[in-house]
């Protein structure tokens, strides 16, 4: 069972195309697919996104960050549809009619944002749970009840339990001082086997891609400095091999010319 952990593509079309031609038994992207500062809006990403999830190869798991506006009715300039073709205009407002734009993307082999379910893959059954950006939004129990349904399902299905959250927890290498508390003690409560993050770009340079919160594995595998991310061809990753027990970061170095490459054995 081997699964590829990234977050923060904000929407780099060669990193999308190199995930696009990797095999694992489930990718996972924690949150900002898009980026908000891209000059063409948010329409052609949200658009391009729906078409590259319609052919994505494998099994995908994907969960909201802040540029991805998976919220009801989103925040997008309408005369963005101006500058997307007729014949392609029709696919982009089912996504702005729908309450979450990201609903659109699901199809058989991909979980999208704020679903708690169980993905077959090779080594078994495995529970994953999304939750979204703006899961306070949503509701004071929203959260709650996605949290409860995946342990509910790992207890029924005896099966790793595995978790998108695009904030990582405070107080561990993998979040630092500026991570979400509330992750903290819901890691504590409920014990996933593996909790995938990003946002915080510099913390897995500073601090580490990998950490454990009372036996759960929480990985963030960090954007590169600016300059760096843009020469970058791929994006930065780690290579969780359940059956050897592994994680492996790959990075791109924001010091020095050779690539990062780390890996740890998940005891």
């Known amino acids: 069972m081997r699964l590829l952990l990234l977050a923060d593509l904000h929407f780099r079309d060669d990193w999308y195309r190199w995930l696009f031609e990797r095999r694992a038994d489930l990718a ?7 980026d908000g500062f891209h000059p063409g809006g948010l329409l052609p ?10 052919r994505f190869p494998g099994n995908l798991a994907i969960s909201s960050g802040n540029h991805d506006a998976n919220v009801p009715g989103g925040v ?19 996504m702005l009619q729908a309450k979450h734009w990201m609903d659109r ?58 978790v998108l959250h695009h904030e990582p927890p405070a107080d561990t290498a993998v979040g630092g001082l500026m ?3 509330e992750l903290f003690y819901r890691i504590r ?28 594995w929480c990985f963030n595998p960090g954007f590169p400095a600016v300059n760096r991310a ?10 969780l091999d359940l059956a050897e027990r592994t994680a492996t970061w790959h990075a791109t170095a924001n010091l020095g010319h050779a690539p990062i490459i780390k890996q740890i054995k998940l005891e």
């Open 179 to 181: 991570g979400d508390t």
């Open 230 to 239: 843009r020469a970058a061809k791929i994006p930065n990753h780690i290579l």
């Open 76 to 94: 997008f300039d309408p005369e963005g549809l101006a500058e997307i073709p007729e014949n392609k205009r029709q696919a982009v407002l089912e």
């Open 105 to 162: 993307l699901e199809r058989p082999g991909i979980v999208t944002d704020g679903r708690t379910t169980v993905v077959e893959i090779s080594g078994g059954p495995l529970v994953v749970t999304t939750i979204p950006y703006d899961h306070v939004q949503r509701g004071s129990t929203f959260a709650d009840e996605l949290w409860q349904a995946g342990a509910a399902l790992r207890k029924s299905r005896r099966a790793c339990w595995l």
């Open 28 to 34: 996972v992207i924690a949150g900002d697919l898009l």
């Open 189 to 216: 409560e409920y014990r996933p086997n593996f909790v995938v993050s990003g946002h915080l770009h510099a913390q897995a340079y500073s601090g580490s891609f990998a950490d454990q919160i009372d036996g759960t």
């Open 45 to 54: 990403q949200m658009l391009a996104m729906r078409e590259w999830c319609a």
